[in-house]
């Protein structure tokens, strides 16, 4: 695609936030650009758009040039979330442009692609290939705990137990802990029922202290009841 000082922003920068983006400084009178041009368009197609690939007329479009401080073409460069992450410049061999192209996104490995799948057989393959993988170990514990028994719920906090503590991981343990009645509930009187019988307990009943909490946390902060409830939770305990 070519890109001017117009599109520069959406078409690089905030492309660059989901996908890492090449960008190509070229110019019609540059003949190592005209041998370049081919050989990365075909190499960064190869990735399948793991990578993109821009072009931009130096002499077009002043404004973008100016930001990279170009003093040579052809010169390249690689952007990820708004930052420049590498760069070369220059006419350079159709192996070594594969090289540069493929560290900015390596081809996905078995695990990857098992992650991707997204199937409990797939994911529980991608643990035992990768016992310390947090993508898998997150989206297996997901698929158990949605499973919704008890031997699965039990197997998905073992498996988060494994991980740091984020807020998806504190969200999915205390789902596999209290189950889905509060998202089945909605805004419904026995979600409330429940919190308000828990909150007289909370003080002396640990047990208790931590379903209230973990229905606070399955209900998360944009349902209007939290706020209230963890106010009213530091008042019993303080």
Known sequence: MDVTDATFETAVLE??????VVVDLWAEWCGPCRTLGP????????TGGRV?????????NP?????????????VYAIADRKVVDSFVGALPEPQVREWVNRLAPEPTEVDTLISAGDEASL???????????????????????????????????????LPETAEVRHLIAKA????????????EGVDAKLDGLLERVKSDEAARQEFLDLLEVLGP????????????????F
């Open 15 to 20: 492309r660059s936030t989901e996908v890492p």
């Open 39 to 46: 050989i990365i368009e075909k190499v960064v197609g190869e």
């Open 52 to 60: 993109e690939l821009v072009k931009v007329d130096v002499d077009a």
């Open 63 to 75: 404004r973008v040039a100016a930001t990279f401080q170009v003093r040579s073409i052809p010169a």
């Open 124 to 162: 529980r393959r991608a643990v035992e290939l990768e016992p310390a993988n947090e993508k898998a170990l997150l989206a297996l514990a997901g698929l158990l705990v949605d499973a919704d028994t008890s031997d699965s719920k039990e197997e998905a906090l073992g498996l988060l137990a494994r």
């Open 177 to 188: 802990r209290v189950g889905d009645e509060v998202v089945d509930a909605g805004a419904g």
């Open 222 to 237: 944009d349902d209007p009841r939290t706020a209230g409830y963890r106010k009213a939770l530091t008042a019993r305990l």
